[in-house]
């Protein structure tokens, strides 16, 4: 049985920063693409943050990229990403996704497998 579970999510001011962590089970983060999603109410999910199965090459969004780092502890079988030079528009809930099901867009909700279930991030002005 496979279990995502996020962690360090908060509130935070403009210009902090934040680590978030997915403590995964049940499968080998060295093995699968691990990626990191958001959603704020009312929008879709985006992805924002990949890690390709093997660790050596990470892909970004362009509305995180230069400011969000992902990475992986394969000793601790988690996932990171650091959250730097927060905005208030960075507020949402961050999901960690597993496995990827095909060969579509790695920043698609549809692509992944297995879900945690999300740790809030909340950036005031």
């Known amino acids: 049985q496979v279990q995502l579970v996020e962690s360090g999510g908060g509130s935070v001011q403009a210009g902090g920063s934040l680590r978030l962590s997915c403590s995964a089970s049940?499968?080998?983060?060295?093995?699968?693409?691990m990626a990191w999603f958001r959603q704020a109410p009312g929008k879709e999910r985006e992805g924002i943050a990949l890690i390709y199965s093997g660790g050596d090459r990470t892909m970004y969004a362009d509305s995180v990229k230069g400011r969000f780092t992902a990475s992986g502890d394969t000793a601790k079988n988690t996932v990171y990403l650091l959250l730097n030079s927060l905005k208030p528009e960075d507020t949402a809930m961050y999901y960690c996704a597993a496995s990827r099901l095909g060969a579509g867009s790695w920043y698609s909700q549809y692509e992944y497998k297995y879900w945690g279930q999300g740790t809030q991030v909340t950036v005031s002005s």
């Open positions: 049940g499968l080998t983060i060295s093995r699968n693409s």
